[in-house]
C-alpha cells in the first residue's frame, strides 16, 4: 500500500483516485469543488483540507488540473510541504513548457517527478484503462510505473521532461485533422448522393482509413458505439479538442515546426466553439461543415 495524493478530482481526477483506492491505496484528495469532494468521499477517499496538507504524508503525489497555471501554482504551493523523494506525476494536459518547468519546481524541492498526461477520456478513466504518456527520467518513470498501472490500459515512456506532454498533444493533432478529414468526405459523399455505409465499407478496408472513421465515425450507423449515435453527447468534447490544438500551435511556434492543417484544425475548432458546439462531441464538427445550425 503506498500513500497517495491526488489534487483535482474533476471528470476525470475522481474516476482515477477511485481505482487507486481499489487497488488498496491510501488516497487522500483536495479539490476546490464541494460536490467532487462528496463524491471522492464516497469512493473511499479521505478528504484533506488544503493542498499542503494533502501531501504532507504523501509518498506519490498526483495532479489533475485544467491548465499549465494551475499545475505551476499547485505545486509551487505543495511541494514544499511534501515529504523528500516523493514523486510527483502530472496527469493534466498542459503545455510542454509549463510541463518542464513543473519538473524543475520539483527538482527544487528533493522530489522526483513525471508528466504523464492521459487517452481515454472520462470512459477510460472510469475503467482503468487509460493510456498514459510519460516524460521524465528513467528512475522516475520505474517509481510511477506501478502507481498508474491501477488506471492504465498502457503506458508509454515517451522521453525526458515534457516529452509525455509533447506525445500527446502531437497524437491529439493528427486525430483533430483526421477528423475533419473523415467528415469532410462524408459531406462530399452525401453530396454526390453516396449512402455513410458504403463510403464506410469502402474507406474502412482502403487507404482512407483511421480511427477517426473506423472507431468513431462521425455519422450515425456504421460504427454504433461512436458519439454520432447518440446525438453527439461527447465522449470528447470540441472545447477540450480545441484547447489541444491550441497547445500544438503553442508548440510548434515555440519550436519551429511548420503544422499548416493543424493550425486550420485549430481554427475550424475555434469557429465550431464560436457557435456553441464546445460542449458537443469533437466529432460534431460534421454539423459545422454542413453549415447546419448547431
Ligand atoms: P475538470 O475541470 O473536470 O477537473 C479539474 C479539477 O481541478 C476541478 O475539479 C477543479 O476544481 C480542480 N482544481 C482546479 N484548481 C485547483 C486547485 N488549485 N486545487 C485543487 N483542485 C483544483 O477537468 P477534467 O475533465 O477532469 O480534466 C483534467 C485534465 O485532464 C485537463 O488537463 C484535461 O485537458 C485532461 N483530459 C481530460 C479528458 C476528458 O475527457 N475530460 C481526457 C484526457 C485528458
Known sequence: ??????????????????????????????????????LAREHGLILAE?????VKEAEVVVTML???????????????????????IDSSTIDVESARKAHAIARENGLSS????????????????????????????ALAEPVLQPMAGRIVHCGEDGAGQAAKICNNMILGI????????????EKLGLSHQALFDVASTSSGQCWSLTSYCPVPGPVPASPANRDYKPGFAAALMLKDLKLSQEAAQAAGAATPLGAEAAQLYSLFNAQGGGGADFSGIINFLRGAKI
Open 1 to 38: 500500500m503506498t500513500t497517495i495524493a491526488f489534487i483535482g478530482l474533476g471528470n476525470m481526477g475522481n474516476p482515477m483516485a477511485a481505482n487507486l483506492v481499489k487497488a488498496g491505496h491510501k488516497v487522500v484528495g483536495f479539490d476546490l469543488v464541494p460536490e467532487n469532494l462528496a
Open 114 to 141: 513525471i508528466d504523464a498526461p492521459v487517452s481515454g477520456g472520462t470512459g477510460g478513466a472510469a475503467a482503468g484503462t487509460l493510456t498514459f504518456m510519460a516524460g521524465g527520467s528513467k528512475e522516475a518513470f
Open 66 to 88: 485544467p491548465a499549465g497555471k494551475h499545475v505551476l501554482s499547485v505545486y509551487g504551493e505543495i511541494a514544499p510541504w511534501a515529504p523528500k523523494g516523493a514523486l510527483f
Open 50 to 54: 488544503d493542498g499542503p496538507s494533502a
Open 178 to 189: 483526421s477528423m475533419i478529414g473523415v467528415a469532410e468526405a462524408f459531406v462530399l459523399g
